[in-house]
């Protein structure tokens, strides 16, 4: 199986062209290998590019613990990078289906290739039955939760996946590493959630570091800085336009006051191919 390997603001994927290459078999099985940093090829997921009626592709993205995930912003990116790169649909705008869901994306070129993407991620979602989390509120606002022996003040919300975003003083490992798994699983958020630690610098700019659903800590969340950045305009600490600053790079948001529609602008960058072996 061929496969590409590439990444958003560091948040990296395995690439598999379903419109070259059949689907596998066992996409689960096949992230939770690939996936693995010592024995695989390394990443926080496998994404594959196929074939769609009503777009130029498809994205269906596993983590790296072999779940589905509807939606991957960075992923995204990339697979609009990867559509454009390799001839499928070589054009500056592209529609991508995701969680059945359909996304636009502009590409903005350097020599002939995407160097960025601007996504339009959609209209959050608010209602906490969707997001989903028994917590209440429409969305939930620093709505204060036990973790760990630790009260935390968390604001919940769905970019088409559920996030829990929770500010801080600075996002340390303490947080992140000791409180996200914790978070992640905790039985207000029947589905797992993502966990965003958040720092804002300024009513522009947040620093953010995410644990991220089924995959651990990863250096960006494109979806996540989108649900920060409508954390920030519904709890009063930031604009609607601001710039997250992630581990693996920035990403710029902007919360549309007349679309209610969030988008997104970052990276897309391809890092290297290869072939997996047939293990059956």
Same mark, same amino acid.
């Given at each position: 199986m061929q496969f590409t390997k590439m990444h958003g603001a560091g948040n990296d994927y395995v690439y598999v062209d379903c419109f070259r290459h059949p689907v596998p078999?066992?996409?689960?099985?096949?992230?939770?290998?690939?996936? &693995?940093?010592?024995?695989?090829?390394? +990443?926080?997921? !496998?994404?594959?590019? =196929?074939?769609v009626e009503g777009a130029d592709a498809e994205m269906r993205m596993y983590n790296a613990d072999g779940s589905y995930s509807a939606m991957c912003g960075n992923g995204i990116r990339c697979v609009a990078k990867y559509v454009h790169d390799h001839g499928i649909a070589a054009r500056r705008s592209l529609a991508i289906m995701t969680g059945g869901k359909r996304f636009d994306l502009e590409l903005k070129l350097s020599g002939g290739r995407v160097e960025t993407v601007r996504v339009d991620m959609g209209q959050p979602i608010l209602d906490a039955s969707e997001i989903p989390t028994t917590l209440v509120g429409a969305?939930?606002? &620093?709505?204060?939760?036990?973790?760990? +022996?630790?009260? !935390?003040?968390?604001? =919940?919300?769905?970019?088409?996946?559920?996030?829990?975003?929770?500010?801080?003083?600075?996002?340390?490992?303490?947080?992140?590493?000791?409180?996200?798994?914790?978070?992640?699983?905790?039985?207000?958020?029947?589905?797992?959630?993502?966990?965003?630690?958040?720092?804002?610098?300024?009513?522009?700019?947040?620093?953010?570091?995410?644990?991220?659903?089924?995959?651990?800590?990863?250096?960006?969340?494109?979806?996540?800085?989108?649900?920060?950045?409508?954390?920030?305009?519904?709890?009063?600490?930031t604009e609607r336009r601001i710039t997250s600053k992630l581990l693996g790079g920035d990403l710029q948001l902007e919360w549309n006051e007349h679309s209610n529609?969030?988008?997104?602008?970052?990276?897309?960058?391809?890092v290297f191919r290869g072939e997996w072996p047939d293990r059956r």
């Open positions: 078999a066992d996409p689960a099985a096949l992230a939770r290998a690939v996936s &693995d940093r010592h024995f695989g090829v390394g +990443g926080d997921g !496998l994404i594959l590019i =196929c074939p969305p939930p606002l &620093d709505a204060p939760i036990e973790i760990a +022996g630790r009260t !935390l003040k968390v604001t =919940c919300l769905s970019m088409g996946n559920p996030h829990c975003i929770v500010f801080v003083d600075e996002p340390t490992d303490e947080w992140v590493l000791g409180l996200g798994p914790k978070v992640e699983i905790d039985a207000r958020f029947p589905q797992r959630t993502n966990v965003e630690f958040v720092q804002v610098i300024d009513r522009q700019t947040v620093r953010q570091r995410t644990w991220e659903r089924g995959s651990g800590e990863t250096l960006a969340c494109g979806s996540g800085a989108c649900a920060v950045c409508v954390a920030g305009v519904l709890t009063g600490r529609h969030v988008f997104m602008t970052g990276p897309a960058t391809e």
